[in-house]
């Protein structure tokens, strides 16, 4: 079954603003990861935190761990229209298991 | 320069046919993978060799054969297409196992007819 599920499932906003996306996970993890995908290309990594980790940053990434709540975040500040893309979450167990992603469009 | 790269980038066939597609990779890593990502855009494993040996083999029809004749390719060949075989299908690798950051590729776009 399928492990990293995203929410919202589509998010459009505004250049400049705040983009903040959801993962919630089922069973216990190793590492979390965030990948993009631009349309048309393959997917490209963001970031990747640890499960002993909370928060993580990377430019206008910051990424939070809840192993509690079996969930993470992922926001992206100062939005540009490059961003818009899909946004993936993958957790690992024996492999690594995708999400749906996340469709971001921000506006210019 | 490119790190995970494909061919090709597009092929459109008949049903009932045989493919192939390449993937090489410059990175130096010990990993390879095919995922398939349907037309929801929803990813899946289907393969994974370290060092040339299969260590995932998901539930995937066994029309499906992937080769790995050095740990730099891992090529994916399909017999008897069907359209359900329709989607992109992405080769990915990284320096160790599963848990580490995937590199992918472009993507190969496969249209059964």
């Known amino acids: 079954s399928q492990q990293g599920e995203e929410d919202p499932q589509a998010l459009s906003i505004q250049e400049g603003e705040n983009a903040t996306m959801n993962c919630s996970y089922k069973t216990s993890i190793n590492n979390l990861q965030w990948y993009r995908q631009n349309s048309g290309r393959g997917l490209v990594h963001l970031i990747l935190i640890r499960s002993n980790e909370r928060e993580k940053h990377s430019g206008r990434l910051r990424v939070t761990l809840d192993t509690s709540k079996k969930s993470s975040s992922l926001l992206i500040t100062a939005s540009r229209a490059a961003d818009t893309a899909s946004y993936f979450c993958?957790?690992?167990?024996?492999?690594?298991?995708f999400g749906k992603g996340i469709t971001l469009s921000v506006r210019p | 320069d490119t790190a995970v790269s494909q061919t090709p980038k597009y092929l459109v066939t008949q049903m009932g046919n045989d493919k192939s597609i390449k993937c090489e990779q410059n990175l130096g890593h010990d990993t390879m993978y095919w995922y398939k990502q349907d037309s929801k855009k929803f990813l899946k494993i289907m393969f994974s060799?370290?060092?040339?040996?299969?260590?995932i083999n998901e539930t995937v029809p066994n029309r499906f054969s992937p080769k790995s004749p050095d740990k730099a390719h891992l090529n994916l060949h399909i017999n008897s297409l069907e359209l359900g075989d329709s989607a992109v299908y992405f080769c990915?690798?990284?320096?160790?196992?599963?848990?580490?950051?995937?590199?992918f590729g472009p993507g190969t776009r496969l249209l059964v007819l």
């Open positions: 993958a957790t690992d167990r024996s492999k690594l298991t």
């Open positions: 060799y370290n060092n040339k040996e299969l260590i």
């Open positions: 990915a690798s990284s320096q160790g196992l599963i848990q580490e950051t995937q590199y």
